[in-house]
T-cell receptor, first 112, second 114 residues
Framework: GNSVTQMEGPVTLSEEAFLTINCTYT??????LFWYVQYPGEGLQLLLK?????DKGSNKGFEATYRKETTSFHLEKGSVQVSDSAVYFC???????????FGQGTTLQVKP | DADVTQTPRNRITKTGKRIMLECSQT?????MYWYRQDPGLGLRLIYY???????NKGEISDGYSVSRQAQAKFSLSLESAIPNQTALYFC?????????????FGPGTRLTVL
């Protein structure tokens, strides 16, 4: 079946550190892949997406590359800020289903 | 103004009560969704609707029902609330011409069932 696995959190980093949050997926066909971010007390916001293999999504200094050979979509940022503290969700949308399947979420805490 | 709104934002109720959560959107999207979020489990799909006359069960629909009153409105009901339905509930919309496109989320409703 379709599923998403993210690295467990919380991830605690100092400001300006490098961030990687791992995400792997299982899905039939050619799914779209997404990263959503949830700031405290808020709903989910789309952070970035990729719709085909080797696409790189990017936004606000975050990047993720759609790797079909390793079924991965790892989130990276070169220098995190305190304001990046949030919960990050990886999600897959299998082809032509219109339905998102989420990972369990990874909490990021950035300390000054 | 927010594109996807949910009411109420917070609700405390008792076991056995009927509860309705409402969602409205101004994005003009045909697709609407209800999810629940539980710590460590991510978001799970309860029900979804691809247009006004279409209703589909998600992975955890037991104990829930929905109504799509109009393109812009999608309500979630708990017929007889139980404590393990305590969770954060999100409404979302999807559109833009393809099933590969992203969804847009409301701010959430925090429901506590005592």
């Amino acid at each position: 079946g379709n599923s998403v696995t993210q690295m467990e959190g919380p991830v605690t980093l100092s400001e300006e550190a490098f961030l990687t949050i791992n995400c792997t997926y299982t899905a039939t066909g050619y799914p779209s892949l997404f990263w959503y971010v949830q700031y405290p007390g808020e709903g989910l916001q789309l952070l970035l997406k990729a719709t085909k293999a080797d696409d790189k999504g990017s936004n606000k200094g975050f990047e993720a590359t759609y790797r079909k050979e390793t079924t991965s979509f790892h989130l990276e940022k070169g220098s995190v800020q305190v304001s990046d503290s949030a919960v990050y969700f990886c999600a897959t949308q299998p082809s032509n289903t219109g339905k998102l399947i989420f990972g369990q979420g990874t909490t990021l805490q950035v300390k000054p | 103004d927010a594109d996807v709104t949910q009411t109420p934002r917070n609700r405390i109720t008792k076991t056995g009560k009927r509860i309705m959560l409402e969602c409205s959107q101004t994005k003009g999207h045909d697709r609407m969704y209800w999810y629940r979020q539980d710590p460590g489990l991510g978001l799970r799909l309860i029900y979804y609707s691809f247009d006004v006359k279409d209703i589909n069960k998600g992975e955890i629909s037991d104990g829930y029902s929905v109504s799509r009153q109009a393109q812009a409105k999608f309500s979630l009901s708990l017929e007889s609330a139980i404590p393990n339905q305590t969770a954060l509930y999100f409404c979302a919309t999807g559109g833009g011409g393809g099933l590969r496109n992203e969804q847009f989320f409301g701010p959430g409703t925090r429901l506590t069932v005592l």
